[in-house]
């Protein structure tokens, strides 16, 4: 649910250099500050409606003073006396702000943050979780200004959540709003360490090449949330030449991903219990809580059975419990995804942690046998987040398959893409020969297509594929990652990735969003778990 925050008006352009104005106020007091110095202004009673408004406040006599030094010495370039006068009076009047003001160079009126929740203590404070590792919506912060660039790099607009003297940020876009002359620059908020105290103050801003065009002070607080599980995305083998069991033969060691945004790790206190009795019971659990690593026994007998079987692979359900020094507990259930048979289409990387179904679909797509097997020419785990780096590695090796994930739960899904052309470090555009989806047994090998396999049903893969024509199916360059679409309908630069998918690519019902690729439209290469490029074998 959005909230709208009452927060300081800046008007700020060119002049949040040297010299800057800025003017807030409510019902019962105005304040302005000029070049430094701030002016304070107490209403004496009830505010009227009218041109009379200016004379119901101590001090009024300085209020004309204050406007005419304020643009006289700061702002003269970007907006008049007049509209200072109706801005003030508006804020007062709590009503919607002037529209001359609009016409300013960087104006920011309003501050929205989804997944908060209104502390009743004070009318405008709002209590939001502390990091996104939580089971309540991102919290997702939005300054609606005129004068921000429209589709800059996301690396140009920044949001920074200030702590303390601690600073995080997080990558901001900027996007049009439903009036033309305005625009909406939305950012995750970062997540936020606590200090000390479990519940906490903030200035949360937003800079523009690196200079601060907005800020909320304290409107904003944040509390303690309880801890986070991620889900078990790795499929374990524990039958066959590639059995991941330890030398008993029904051992097996699991990595788990936890944690809390208050506690380090060796303060949280972790339980299990086996959903499944008949394969684990729930006293073979054993923790390293250093490594998060746990060692699961399977019963033998029940064990020996499942390794009769022909590409068997079955789903163990287990519930852990995490409870935190605050006494927040988070109870979650995971599932141990096990086979009898080779988890992968390559030794290195991260196609293990995808099903075999979703990886049959997706080599069968490529025009390739559901046991063919990649080749891996370019993983973060294995280099730094960068395109000359990949370009290096997987240029002229022919169609390439792109799997991704980040490392938060805002992405409850694998993505990846098909390029049937390759790479190349010359930057262009490039067009394939046919367009459209594909209904198997016919493959799409001749063409280029995305894919999404949701954590809640990891055998089934959605597909996004041209359909404007054959024109901008990809584009190359040697300072950007692999890149599909004429509107960067999926993109990633060194700093940052994001998704306008729609442009050229789409699915079926043509209904896909700019969430759709990675549950948020632009994400930092810090927030990246996975990203592998493969190459196909050579005919």
């Known amino acids: 649910m959005a909230h709208k925050i009452a927060m300081a008006v800046a008007l700020v352009a060119a002049c949040a250099q040297a010299q800057q104005g800025a003017i807030h106020g409510d019902t019962n007091q105005i304040v302005m500050n000029i070049a430094g110095a701030k002016l304070s202004l107490q209403t004496d009673n009830a505010v009227p409606d009218d041109d009379s408004w200016k004379e119901h406040y101590v001090a009024k006599g300085k209020i004309e003073e204050t406007v005419e030094a304020l643009v006289d010495e700061n702002l003269e370039p970007y907006t008049t006396k007049d509209t200072l006068y109706e801005t003030l009076q508006s804020m007062v009047l709590k009503r919607e702000l002037p529209t001359s003001m609009w016409e300013s160079s960087v104006y920011t009126s309003a501050l929205l943050v989804d997944g908060c929740m209104t ?13 996104q590792y939580n089971d309540k919506a991102p919290v997702v912060a939005h300054f609606f200004a005129t004068g921000l660039v429209l589709f800059a790099d996301p690396s140009f607009y920044v ?101 809390d ?55 163990i359900p287990f519930t852990i419990t995490i409870t935190d020094s605050h006494g927040e507990v988070a109870v979650v259930e995971l599932g141990l995804m096990i ?138 360059c040697n300072n950007r990652l692999m890149s599909w679409g004429g509107g960067m309908d999926f993109t990633c630069t060194t700093s940052s990735c994001y998704c306008n998918i729609g442009y050229y690519y789409s699915n079926t019902a043509d209904d896909v969003e700019n969430t759709w690729c990675m549950g948020v439209y632009s994400i930092a290469p810090t927030e990246l778990q996975t990203y592998d490029v493969y190459y196909l074998p050579k005919e």
């Open 261 to 315: 945004a208050f506690d380090d790790n060796k303060y949280l206190t972790v339980k299990f219990a086996s959903l499944n009795s008949d394969a684990i019971a729930s006293n073979k659990f054993k923790l390293d809580g250093e490594t998060q690593i746990v060692r699961v026994t399977f019963k033998r007998q029940w064990l020996d059975t499942f390794n009769q079987k022909t590409d068997a692979m079955e789903s």
């Open 339 to 476: 086979s009898n048979y080779s988890p992968d289409w390559a030794d290195e990387g991260n196609s293990d942690r995808i099903s075999y179904k979703a990886r049959a679909s997706i080599l069968q797509r490529a025009g390739l046998q559901s046991d063919t097997r990649l080749a891996l020419c370019y993983s973060l785990e294995a280099s730094s987040f960068d395109a000359t780096i990949m370009h290096k590695n997987c240029d002229s090796k022919g169609a390439l398959l792109l799997l991704m994930r980040t490392k938060q739960d805002v992405m409850t899904h694998y993505f990846g893409g098909f390029n049937h052309m390759g790479e190349t470090s010359t930057c262009g555009y490039r067009h394939g020969s046919v367009y459209g989806d594909v209904t198997p047994p016919a493959t799409g090998a001749d063409r280029g297509w995305m894919f999404k396999i949701e954590d809640a049903t990891p055998d089934e893969v959605e597909y996004v594929f041209q359909h404007k024509g054959t024109s901008y199916s990809y584009y190359s």
């Open 119 to 131: 502390n009743t203590t004070g009318e405008y404070t709002l209590w939001c979780p502390s990091g």
């Open 159 to 259: 949001c920074v959540l200030k702590i303390g003297d601690s600073e995080t940020y997080s990558p901001a876009t900027v996007e049009p709003t439903t009036d033309p002359s305005k625009t909406v620059a939305s950012c995750p908020m970062p997540d936020a360490y606590h200090p000390e105290d479990a519940l906490f103050e903030s200035t949360l801003s937003l800079r523009e090449g690196g200079v601060a065009v907005a800020a909320v002070g304290n409107e904003v607080s944040f509390f303690n949330s309880k801890p986070y599980v991620l889900p078990i995305t790795k499929q374990y083998v524990v039958g066959g030449p590639q059995s991941e069991l330890d030398s008993s033969g029904i051992t097996l060691s699991v990595q788990l991903e936890y944690g």
